[in-house]
């Protein structure tokens, strides 16, 4: 969460010195260097770190990654598709498009030739576990909010690296291309938070807790199904108004140049010291 915020934070106060630089505006190289020194770290740490829980998943949770890359069998090593036609519940035959061999291993175990156990193993073991019932998340949404996240976390580094490049070399004021591009980059760091959030959510079903409580299992007998509905109803109305009003507000403060020093307070101030 720290890392997905920061990267956030910096990708919108990087939009906006660029806004502004493309503008004229020269007091915002500053805020547009400091930036590009929060962006590439935290992007490069936020890749990291995704990484890594994909091997602690394999442990705990191995439904979940081998939905990910719609790995229905038993695989030793594993590749992993950069784009897939096809896929689902009734799919376990999609056509891949463009295998990275040993990826999947590298990012399911750490180990080149790692195994990464398949869907069908993977329901038969939770049947004999758990009982009769459907273990395996929603294969098409687990595949591809694993690669919207992954494709535009790449792709933030990427362009956090071209900007610190820029930086380097003294032209990020005055790259046009480099400054049109972040002013739109803003959707990014939300779109692959959300595909995030989609992976995890959606990769731990059909459990709210992995082996002791089912999602089925966690509707409260004293919520009817209406109160449901208006309670939702209003959440997702607050959390639009909400989203709104942040565009407005981002938007409008945005686009203010930086106030420009007080004249008067500079003139009239007193001397520190006086004889």
């Known amino acids: 969460m720290i890392l997905a915020s920061l990267v956030t934070g910096a990708m919108v106060m990087l939009a906006v010195s660029a806004w502004q630089l493309r ?4 007091s915002f190289k500053t805020p547009a260097l400091l930036s590009i020194v929060v962006l590439l770290p935290a992007s490069a740490l936020a ?18 990654i081998a939905a990910a890359e719609a790995q229905w069998e038993t695989c030793q090593p594993c590749s992993f598709s950069l784009f897939q036609i096809g896929g689902g519940a009734n799919d ?21 030739d790692g195994e990464v156990v398949g869907l069908n193993e993977l329901q038969a073991q939770d049947v004999a576990e758990y009982g009769p ?13 694993m690669r919207v996240m992954a494709y535009l976390g790449t792709l933030v580094f990427l362009f956090s690296a071209w900007g610190a490049w820029l930086a380097f070399r003294r032209k990020l004021p005055t790259s046009r291309v480099f400054l049109f591009l972040a002013t739109w980059a803003v959707p990014l760091p939300y779109l692959m938070n959300t595909a995030g959030w989609m992976l ?21 007998a004293s919520v009817s199904a209406t109160e449901l509905i208006i309670s939702l109803s209003a959440f997702f109305l607050v959390y639009v108004v909400l989203i709104v009003l942040d565009v407005v507000l981002m938007l409008r403060y945005g686009r203010r140049d930086l106030a420009a020093p007080d004249e008067e307070v500079e003139r009239d101030r007193a001397p520190a010291l006086t004889y």
């Open 23 to 26: 503008r004229g505006r020269e």
């Open 47 to 64: 890749l990291a770190v995704g990484s890594h829980l994909g091997v602690i998943e394999t442990t705990y949770q191995p439904m979940k």
């Open 92 to 112: 376990e035959d999609p056509t891949k498009i463009i295998e990275v061999p040993h990826l999947l291993s590298l990012l399911a175990t750490g180990t080149w």
């Open 133 to 145: 019932g459907d273990y395996v998340p929603n294969v098409f949404i687990q595949y591809w909010s």
């Open 200 to 220: 995890t959510e959606n990769g731990r079903q059909p459990w709210i807790v992995q082996g002791l409580m089912k999602t089925a299992d966690g509707v409260s």
